[in-house]
Structure formats: structure tokens, C-alpha cells
T-cell receptor, first 113, second 113 residues
Framework: EPEVTQTPSHQVTQMGQEVILRCVPI?????FYWYRQILGQKVEFLVS????????KSEIFDDQFSVERPDGSNFTLKIRSTKLEDSAMYFC???????????FGPGTRLTVL | AQSVTQLGSHVSVSEGALVLLRCNYS??????LFWYVQYPNQGLQLLLK??????LVKGINGFEAEFKKSETSFHLTKPSAHMSDAAEYFC???????????FGAGTTVTVRA
């Protein structure tokens, strides 16, 4: 059964460092998303991506964040200069069509020290 | 804007008993509604969804939910709990004109033998 994969499963970084979180969506999907969940809080929408551009982004998704689909298979989330408050579980999701289902990856736990 | 309220952060049921998880939503446009389940160290898995049509929707693992527009509710039920139902459950809403999911805070279900 096709699934969304994410690497790494856990990333530890120093404050101010850049991190790239990687996702491989389901191969024929067209819509891509990043969400995050700070420990003990709700899952929050970060950004949606379709047709090689951002469809919508939340107020969390500031200039420190960027997304890219560099090679038609990977979907990455970059944080340029991490802050302590970026520590969270980051989930990637993909969807094949409108009114379809968003399939979620297992998440990357980011710890900023 | 849309939001979700899940009543009860923790529900404990006996094996074989009814599982009832409550979800109320607010949405400025007709909503699409979802229930996701998260097992430890795994991603979010879709249990069921309501988009249009029949208001009683059946999902995987014996779960079902009913969309009640007048009550702005989408409660999740299962007639007979199984030990494998122990997990965290998230209700989510998205406007019918985009797919940015807004999640509730989640309800952790424990099942007593």
C-alpha cells in the first residue's frame, strides 16, 4: 500500500542552524501539505503546495520557512534559522485529488537546543 | 475561519463498551469533516470523512460518525471498544473550498480489560 514517508524521524539541531525536513509523498498525488504539532498542543497547518507553488500558508509560516519540490518526488520543508519554539513534530501529507483524503507521514520530531 | 472543539481530552472505556468521542465545529462555509487516529509513534490515519450526501458515515475499524448541521457536531462512535482502539483521536474540519485542515486538540482513548 502506498504511503507517505518522512526523513529523518528525529532531528536535533542548535538554535540558529538551518534544517531541511524531507518527505516523499505518494507518487501520483498532486497536493502537498506540512503541519506541525508542538508537544501537548493541536496539530497546526503550515502550508499547502500545488502545481509547484504555495497555495496557502498560515501565519506561522514566516520568512524563515520555505518549501520545495526539487525533483518531482521529494517535498521538503526548510527552516533557515531555527528557534527554540520550532521544536515540534512536523507532519507531511499528500492528497491525490480534491475531496480526497490527506495521507499523513509518520512525522519528523525536531528538537532545537 | 473554522475551528474544532473536542470535549474531553481523555476518555477511558471498558472493553466491549460504547466509545463516544465528541466533536463540535465552527465553519463559515459548508464544512468537510474528518476523524483521524494516531497510534504511538505513527502518523495520522483517516478513520472516516464527511463531505456531502449521507450524514451518517461509516469508517474503518467499526467506527462511524454523524454530521448534524443544526448542532454543528460530528461525534464519533463505536458500539464495542476493543483493546486495539487505544490511541489518540483527532477531529478536523476544512472548508469545502480548500483543504487546509484545522484540528481539534485530540482525545486520548484508553481501553480497560
Amino acid at each position: 500500500e502506498p504511503e507517505v514517508t518522512q526523513t529523518p524521524s528525529h532531528q536535533v539541531t542548535q538554535m540558529g542552524q538551518e534544517v531541511i525536513l524531507r518527505c516523499v509523498p505518494i507518487s501520483n498525488h498532486l497536493y502537498f501539505y506540512w503541519y506541525r504539532q508542538i508537544l501537548g498542543q493541536k496539530v497546526e497547518f503550515l502550508v499547502s503546495f500545488y502545481n509547484n507553488e504555495i497555495s496557502e500558508k498560515s501565519e506561522i509560516f514566516d520568512d524563515q520557512f520555505s518549501v520545495e519540490r526539487p525533483d518531482g518526488s521529494n517535498f521538503t520543508l526548510k527552516i533557515r534559522s531555527t528557534k527554540l519554539e520550532d521544536s515540534a513534530m512536523y507532519f507531511c501529507a499528500s492528497m491525490g485529488r480534491l475531496e480526497g483524503e490527506q495521507f499523513f507521514g509518520p512525522g519528523t520530531r525536531l528538537t532545537v537546543l | 475561519a473554522q475551528s474544532v472543539t473536542q470535549l474531553g481530552s481523555h476518555v477511558s472505556v471498558s472493553e466491549g463498551a460504547l466509545v463516544l468521542l465528541r466533536c463540535n465545529y465552527s465553519s463559515s462555509v459548508p464544512p468537510y469533516l474528518f476523524w483521524y487516529v494516531q497510534y504511538p509513534n505513527q502518523g495520522l490515519q483517516l478513520l472516516l470523512k464527511y463531505t456531502t450526501g449521507a450524514t451518517l458515515v461509516k469508517g474503518i475499524n467499526g467506527f462511524e460518525a454523524e454530521f448534524k448541521k443544526s448542532e454543528t457536531s460530528f461525534h464519533l462512535t463505536k458500539p464495542s471498544a476493543h483493546m486495539s482502539d487505544a490511541a489518540e483521536y483527532f477531529c478536523a474540519v476544512t472548508p469545502s473550498n480548500d483543504y487546509k485542515l484545522s484540528f481539534g486538540a485530540g482525545t486520548t482513548v484508553t481501553v480497560r480489560a
